[in-house]
């Protein structure tokens, strides 16, 4: 058998009984016989529509067919031409849902595994030139200087880009620690913090400089920035970080948490080190968490981690062929023991003392599809059931930070506070100069779609430095 007949080749995983007590990585990913075997499936299609499904436009057959010839090295740089970030693309990216979902092979088959690949070159490259500085081809400088706000994928995108096309960049970072959600809101076992930090230190190498603990909107507005501070141009990849609750009696009960605060907690402030690390967190025994997206799952599987706890259980409100988490994270939350009570959404969180002691829910039906394609769920009457927690994690997704918007007065935002675009196709906001990008403009959405917005925005800022004076 070979070539796209082969069967796809799935990655090593740590086994799950141990992995459940582990915040280390649960995917191990191909060792290189296995790269190239599964590189060895791509039948190298002349009009490749897996790069059209990448939002950065990675030149996925080159790529692959490096891979396939034992250059792994080569295949990592050759990513890099249009990826600044691929050991984090590798691993948290939908692929699925992008390049893999118009791999031509997958029609009779199973797709090309490209992430896996993606992610087996960036690490092999990073271990072979550990310690060593990368080759980088440095451009002549254009004299110009951009503002980066926030250190997220949007941001980090833009900041590669913009670099490599000679311009001078500071990214302003409001938490200690740069990476935005990468390094807060993803756990250690999807997103080790190395990698992470391996492909900061190589935007770094590019001549980007970070400020953290500088909060733009409160220190320095972008008026200020580009008057005072002297930057040509801004980006705005602030992403969405105000989290959603359910409005529900009980949600200022001990116990309680968004999703982002417990992540934070966890990833950020190392709570789950107390007292080695200062961040104190209550032991809790049984957990819920309300929601059907990764973020949901990365939660639960958190809390699975935590030394008291024995039960944690996700409540979501339609079925599990409408939850939005990748099927891959499902499994994973399966196999290390994380329970789901699906059709189930709670009515209010109750308790004694302050503290959270119980769930009451209520069970839902599938009715006609909403706006967003999936059956709306419908209550089902006299199904109303107590669910005994004593914490309960609210992942329903996020809102914006108004804070750039209310220091920016001349600069066009929605109900909702995202930014508008004045024009899409350079991501240039109404206000001259500003350009946006990320969850702070569409509202909260994958890694790679805010890696294809400051890939964007990076060139429509390139565009307006150029052509001004």
């Given at each position: ?266 990833n950020l402030m190392h709570a789950w080190e107390f007292p080695e690390f200062d961040t104190p967190l209550h032991h809790h025994e049984v957990l819920a968490v309300i929601g059907g997206g990764n973020t949901a799952l990365d939660a639960a599987r958190t809390a699975l981690r935590l030394p008291s706890t024995k ?82 994690i609210i992942a329903l997704g996020n809102g914006v930070n108004p804070l750039i918007a209310k220091s920016t007065s001349d600069m066009k935002t929605d109900s909702q506070g995202h930014i508008e675009l004045a024009d899409e196709t350079l991501n240039a906001t109404s206000k001259p100069g500003v350009f946006a ?28 430095l150029m052509s001004s004076e």
């Amino acid at each position: 058998m070979s070539g796209s007949k082969q069967p796809r080749t799935p990655p090593l995983e740590r086994d799950p009984g141990q992995r459940r007590h582990s915040f280390d990585e649960v995917n191990l990913g191909y060792t290189p016989a296995m790269a190239q075997l599964e590189a060895s499936r791509c039948i190298q299609c002349k009009k490749p529509k897996c790069v059209l499904g990448c939002p950065v436009h990675v030149q996925i057959p080159d790529f692959i067919r490096l891979v396939s010839e034992g250059k792994f090295v080569e295949a990592a740089e050759k990513i890099k031409e249009t990826n600044s970030l691929p050991g984090i693309t590798g691993r948290v990216c939908p692929q699925e849902d992008q390049c893999e979902k118009h791999c031509v092979i997958g029609i009779k088959g199973e797709p090309l595994a490209i992430g896996q690949l993606e992610r087996f070159v960036s690490d092999y490259a990073r271990k072979i030139t550990e310690g060593k500085p990368e080759t980088l081809i440095h451009p002549t400088p254009t004299g110009k200087r951009v503002a980066i706000v926030g250190s997220g994928p949007a941001g980090l995108t833009a900041a590669g880009d913009l670099a490599k096309l000679g311009h001078e960049v500071v990214i302003f970072e409001a938490l200690h620690q740069p990476g935005g959600v990468l390094f807060y809101g993803i756990p250690n076992f999807r997103l080790p913090k190395e990698i992470i930090e391996h492909e900061l230190k190589y935007l770094e190498q590019l001549g980007i400089k970070i400020e953290v603990n500088y909060l733009i909107g409160n220190i320095k507005s972008l008026d200020e920035l580009m008057s005072e501070d002297g930057f040509d141009a801004v980006f705005v990849g602030t992403g969405a970080g105000l989290p959603y609750f359910l409005g529900i009696p009980g949600e200022n009960l001990n116990g309680v948490y968004s999703a982002n605060e417990f992540l934070t907690r966890i990833n950020l402030m190392h709570a789950w080190e107390f007292p080695e690390f200062d961040t104190p967190l209550h032991h809790h025994e049984v957990l819920a968490v309300i929601g059907g997206g990764n973020t949901a799952l990365d939660a639960a599987r958190t809390a699975l981690r935590l030394p008291s706890t024995k039960r944690v259980i996700v409540l979501y409100r339609r079925s599990e062929n409408e939850m939005p988490a990748r099927s891959e994270e499902i499994n994973h939350a399966l196999a290390e023991g994380v329970e789901f009570q699906f059709l189930s959404s709670p009515l209010q969180i109750q308790g004694e003392n302050g503290w959270v002691g119980q769930l009451l829910c209520q069970k839902m039906t599938l009715g006609e599809p909403d706006a967003s394609g999936r059956r709306s769920p419908v209550p089902v009457p006299g199904s109303e059931f107590n669910l005994p927690v004593d914490a309960v994690i609210i992942a329903l997704g996020n809102g914006v930070n108004p804070l750039i918007a209310k220091s920016t007065s001349d600069m066009k935002t929605d109900s909702q506070g995202h930014i508008e675009l004045a024009d899409e196709t350079l991501n240039a906001t109404s206000k001259p100069g500003v350009f946006a990008g990320g969850d702070i403009v569409t509202g909260a959405a994958t890694v790679i779609s805010a890696m294809g917005a400051g890939k964007k925005a990076a060139q429509g800022i390139h565009q307006f430095l150029m052509s001004s004076e």
